[in-house]
């Protein structure tokens, strides 16, 4: 759990990542050695666990998003620790979730197009052993992504 001033810090880390310790400290009324403080707290605890760009992945290149539901045979271990090993490599997949419901996983994969979506099922995701059916939503338009927490 973390105090109300690093969740400012967290707020405003997650705005712009890359600011100065002396913006983001005049940001969050703090002195820039007790915001350098609280954000290396942060770091060593793991709350922050590291820095990323966020990318436009149709200005990279990467115009088809798909929501894939998949659900297995059964939930050996054998087959699970499979589906996650294989599935942790791969690039085109950015999260995969275990879930209740109707579905074991859902994962979200970002492909260039549907030819390259296509290929993804067919050399990837059908010869994982123990799937028992993948089923797509094809994301038609983003209306709110990412993955800042609502300090």
Request: with cysteine.
């Amino acid at each position: 759990m973390v105090e109300e001033h690093d969740e400012r810090i967290l707020a405003e880390l997650q705005k712009d990542g890359r600011a100065t310790n002396q913006q983001l400290a005049d940001s969050v009324g703090m002195s820039t050695s007790a915001c350098w403080r609280r954000v290396r707290a942060l770091e060593e605890s793991g709350v922050i666990a590291g820095y990323s760009a966020l990318v436009q992945r149709e200005q990279a290149g990467f115009a088809t998003s798909a929501i894939l539901h998949v659900s297995l045979e059964r939930h050996d271990a054998k087959f699970v620790d499979e589906f996650v090993a294989r599935v942790t490599t791969r690039r085109e997949v950015l999260e995969c979730f275990a879930t209740t419901g109707d579905a074991d996983y859902h994962l979200r994969v970002v492909v260039r197009d549907m030819e390259a979506y296509n290929k993804f099922l067919d050399e990837f995701m059908f010869r994982i052993p123990g799937i028992r059916y993948v089923r797509t939503n094809v994301i038609l338009k983003e209306i709110k992504t990412g993955i800042a927490l609502p300090f």
